[in-house]
């Protein structure tokens, strides 16, 4: 694979995320986006904020890596067993190969390691949006440099040392992971809603007034 395929394939994947954000989360009350239906643990919003935790964990290391010089430029890219792994292993449950993997206490929503702590759905998505660019520009960089794609980073734990061109492909799809779980949860809530309006059982995770 050269270094601009991997770069457009995985920018156009960015850009199908987006895309699926919107068409799910815009114009969404808050009702909607905070409610856990039957069977789930996690509100579609806090799929989001879960997102944001994870990229989070590597944005400020991956930009930092963005910035070192004298790098210089390859046109292929050969990704390692490991590597086509890491991508598979994190892309969305309904794919071929994806892996089910339990998520840190660290990076799960924060209702779930404190039930006292609030969480603003405005400010969660804004965060999404604005990472989202960052990784676009981060793909943009690294992938062309055999130095900064070799560079080590600290995983989002286990914290354990990976190469960034390994981050990008664990970071990458995990989005879609989980904007997949986002759309289940909330096609879930809307059938369960609209069959059972008055359920004493339905749950709504602390949010900001």
């Known amino acids: 694979m050269t270094t601009t395929e991997y770069i457009e394939e995985r920018l156009g994947e960015l850009a199908q995320h987006k895309q699926h954000f919107e068409r799910l989360f815009y114009f969404l009350e808050e009702e909607e986006l905070f409610f856990i239906p039957e069977g789930e643990q996690w509100s579609a919003i806090e799929c989001i904020e879960h997102i944001n935790n994870v990229n ?18 390859t046109q292929d890219l050969p990704l390692s067993w490991f590597q086509r792994k890491a991508y598979q292993w994190m892309s ?10 339990p998520a840190p206490k660290a990076l799960l929503p924060r209702r779930m390691r404190d039930p006292k702590l609030k969480i603003s759905a405005q400010k969660v998505m804004e965060n999404f949006i604005s990472d989202l ?14 130095e900064l794609r070799n ?12 190469k960034t061109l390994t981050a ?20 879930g809530g809307q059938l369960l809603k609209e069959s059972q309006q008055n359920n004493p059982d339905l749950i709504y995770p602390t949010k900001d007034a």
């Open 56 to 73: 989070e964990a590597y944005l400020a290391q991956l930009t930092k890596v963005c910035q070192l010089d004298q790098a210089s430029q």
């Open 92 to 101: 969305p449950l309904s794919k071929p190969g994806a892996t089910k993997v």
């Open 133 to 146: 660019g960052q990784i676009e520009r981060i793909l943009r960089i690294i992938p062309e440099s055999p």
């Open 151 to 162: 560079t080590k980073v600290i995983s989002a734990l286990p914290p354990v040392r990976l």
């Open 168 to 187: 990008l492909q664990l970071i990458v799809p995990h989005i879609g992971r989980h904007l997949e779980q986002a759309e289940r949860i909330l096609r």
